[in-house]
């Protein structure tokens, strides 16, 4: 039988193991992890997360096991977010300010037990105040200025605690500005700022106000300072303002549903570009594996190769052990 194609067979390449390997544009490496754990009060304490299978709220001591973990498998940076008990979050989130709490706990203890390591924080008022929001409320107005003082102030204490990166996440205007400002005025011109640029007014943080106690107190939502979904030119002037203000890398919040988005940015600006696969997108490929209706391995990996495609230079992931275990093992 005479070939009926000339030339072109793309399936030449796919053939084996070997060639596919070959041909392969993009590849996960540990390097592309960032592992956001939360930390509770306490001592000896792991409370499992219900909404997000295989995630625990640790106190101190057990999260700098955690942070010894990480490092034995070559995770680059931990992301802290705290629990705050909930007799301790008032009007004001003023809990944010006090250079004893347990964020800053957690980030003295991590850095004296694994020096290794990079400490990235979590800027924004939510873990701390009873209303839930990243901001202080006056009625039912989040206040922009305001606001960014006190993220300078805490930027400062976590800066003051041993945080390498601060990471805004509170979408207030003109913060990086503010809080670049603010660190190099308080001596830590080397602590780097990672925007959260493109965060979205997202139903995909459910779980995650779940694991820092917000979900039954959050009075309303958060469409008046977090991104519309509807929108990507947006992201773009998001990105000139916090790289005009001195973000050193941006971020794209949540991942898999906004990957056009990391390709935009990452290509318009050709600066280190990162996407959150955030709490509700961990819980899907949990739940949808429990139920046997996906392979939870291929999902996992698929999904994170995906941010990779789209131009992402990392990935803020609860799966960053299990992934960085089965990168080791060579998978
Ligand atoms: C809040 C913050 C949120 C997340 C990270 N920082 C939630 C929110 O904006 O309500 C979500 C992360 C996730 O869902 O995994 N400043």
Redesign the pocket.
């Known amino acids: 039988m005479e070939p009926i194609l000339a030339g072109r067979r793309m399936r030449r390449n796919r053939r084996t193991d070997w060639s596919r390997r070959l041909v392969r544009e993009t590849h996960l490496t540990v390097d592309d992890l960032i592992w ?1 754990i939360f930390v509770v009060d306490g001592e000896g304490r792991r409370d499992a997360v219900a909404s997000m299978p295989g995630v625990f709220r640790h106190s101190v001591d057990l999260a700098v096991a955690e942070a010894e973990k990480a490092a034995r498998l070559g995770i680059p940076v931990l992301a802290l977010f705290p629990y705050t008990d909930p007799d301790l979050r008032d009007e004001n989130g003023s809990e944010a300010l006090n250079p004893e709490n347990l964020v800053c706990r957690a980030l003295r203890a991590i850095k004296a037990a694994v020096p290794s390591i990079g400490l990235m924080t ?1 800027v ?1 008022l ?1 873990p701390y105040t009873s209303h839930g929001h ?1 901001g202080l409320l006056a009625g039912d107005t989040i206040l922009n200025d305001e606001t960014v003082a006190q993220l300078v102030h805490q930027s400062i204490v976590q800066a003051e605690a041993g945080a390498d990166i601060i990471g805004p ?2 979408m207030m205007d003109g913060r990086i500005g503010a809080i670049r400002a603010g660190l190099d005025r308080a001596g830590h011109m080397d602590v780097q700022i990672m925007a959260y640029t493109a965060k979205y007014a997202s139903a ?2 459910g ?3 779940d694991a820092v106690g ?1 979900n039954k107190t959050l009075r309303g939502d ?1 469409r008046t300072y ?1 991104m519309d979904p509807g929108n990507s030119d947006e992201a773009i002037r998001e990105a000139e303002l916090d790289l005009a203000e001195g973000a050193d890398m941006i971020m794209v919040k949540p991942g898999m549903p906004y990957l056009d988005i990391v390709r935009r940015l990452s290509e318009t600006f050709a600066v280190p570009t990162f996407a ?1 696969q ?3 997108e961990y819980a899907m490929i949990h739940a949808a594996a429990m139920n046997g209706w996906l392979d939870f391995d291929r999902a996992m990996m698929e999904s994170l190769a995906a941010f990779k495609r789209a131009g992402a230079d990392g990935i803020l992931t609860y799966f960053a052990p299990v992934v960085a275990e089965r990168l080791k093992a060579g998978a």
Request: aromatic fraction near 22%; hydrophobic fraction near 20%.
């Open positions: 956001p979590d924004a939510d990243d996440s509170d995909f943080y779980p995650f106000r917000t958060k977090q959150y955030v709490s509700g």
